[in-house]
């Protein structure tokens, strides 16, 4: 499954995402990952939860992106949840490969048994239509 938390800057996003996270890890049989674009939210986060800094493996392009959730995955076979926070800085992606990228994630959401929970930067009406439909919560 797939869960986008979307609004503008500034809106909110990051605090429900940490408080999502921490409140799962609660409940969780497997692992978590969280990804952000810094360690800035370390201390706001679970000691239970992996926190990596997606900017520290060089990941450039939408790509090299899925490659790295790919050795994510294959790396951690109890891998339940994934939290991508600035998923557009993170990601490395332009506006035109968000649902590409969704679709991706949504294909290995659905093999892997895996849930992404995402927050994006744009108001959800600003989303193409193939994302709209992951958009769970809207500020």
Do not use: W
Not at 42 to 51: A, C, H, P, T
């Amino acid at each position: 499954m797939i869960q986008i938390i979307a609004g503008e800057k500034g809106k909110g996003k990051t605090k429900i995402l940490l408080d999502k996270v921490n409140a799962d890890v609660l409940e969780a049989k497997g692992s978590i990952v969280y990804l952000d674009k810094s360690t800035k939210h370390m201390y706001e986060l679970s000691n239970k939860v992996r926190l990596i800094n997606v900017h520290d493996y060089c990941v450039e392009n939408a790509k090299e992106f899925i490659g790295f959730i790919c050795g994510i995955i294959s790396q951690d076979h109890d891998l339940e949840k994934v939290y991508l926070d600035s998923f557009l800085k993170v990601a490395c992606i332009a506006d035109d490969e968000i649902v590409p990228v969704l679709e991706k994630l949504e294909m290995l959401s659905n093999k892997f048994e895996i849930d992404f929970v995402i927050s994006i930067s744009k108001n959800a009406d600003e989303l193409l239509e193939g994302a709209k439909k992951f958009v769970t919560v809207a500020l």
